[in-house]
């Protein structure tokens, strides 16, 4: 019997953890709370250090899982989970977030009401006081019906909103496992579902609770970027149409990348001023435009400030009177 004719079909929860010890058991309790029965959730280790195999060592109930490898990355954990599951429905959830209550009574009944979709709920951040309680996609939004609309705006922030067909997964080639992809790995999966006709369908409702923390991955804005402009790079060029073309036309990618570049570059004025201007140059050999407008602007006079900062005269003075601005 498929998902779609059983009307209460096993949920496999996958959930991937790597030294996650400080939030994981608010997140399986966060799991287990659920409404929707039968369940199953599948914990992959993912090769921690810290206390978590202890704390997993430790549960007792018959519908945890627990996988243990070694650090393969997120990815490859997820999709661990994915070869593990026994049900045809899947979830996730990351170790540091927490679902609402009835997420997947809400998000189940519609995945099995909509064949050729995928669900996904909206997102509410905490921990951080300057975003707690910010909402995301706003209620009103559109969800992207084609390839090009999905490419440019999934809404979606991490697999914990979805509930998607384990077959559809399987078929769509899973989570990639290039860690240069980290942070952008799930955004390939959903286009590769798109690609295939599973089109992402909203419920419209809060779903899941997104936690802001120093230790988060999709913090870590550089590698983030990189990610998500090596994404969007590889899924603009994935062949369709017989003969095979790129799925997104060049020209019409091109501007896209080039803002995705140009914002990368401007952070990695930060850390290494020869590699972002590589990258900058890049940008605008796709849209030279961009060179006259806001983004161009805000590079240069960032780039200028920071070879004022590295002059051995000026240089210190300047870093000591910024330092005493932030101070006060």
Known sequence: MSAADDPRPLVSVVMPVHDGADF??????????QD???I????????STDRTPEILAELRDDT??????????????????????????????????????????????RLLSAEGRFVYEDVVYFGDPGREGERYPAPDHVPARTYAEAWR???????????VRRADVLAAGGFPEDRALSGADDRVLWLALVARGVLPEPTHAPGLRYRLHPGQASRRRIPQKRARLRAQEMTAAMPAGDPPRPRIAPEAAAPYLAELGLDLAHDLLDEDAGEAEVVAAAAL????????????????????????????????????????????
């Open 24 to 33: 994981l058991e608010e997140s399986i309790a966060s799991v287990l709370a």
């Open 36 to 38: 929707w029965r039968p």
């Open 40 to 47: 199953e959730l599948v914990v992959v280790d993912d090769g």
């Open 64 to 109: 945890v899982r627990v996988l243990r490898t070694e650090n393969r990355g997120v990815a490859a954990a997820r999709n661990l989970g994915v070869g593990a599951a026994r049900g045809p429905v899947l979830a996730f959830l990351d170790h540091d977030d927490l679902w609402l209550p009835g997420h997947l009574s809400r998000a189940v009944p």
């Open 153 to 163: 705006r999934i809404h979606l922030v991490t697999p914990g909103q979805v509930v």
């Open 285 to 328: 050999a796709r849209d030279p435009s961009l060179a006259g407008g806001p983004r161009g602007a805000a590079y240069r006079r960032k780039r200028a400030r920071k070879a004022w900062l590295r002059t051995p005269l000026l240089g210190p003075v300047l870093r000591a009177l910024r330092r005493l601005r932030r101070r006060g």
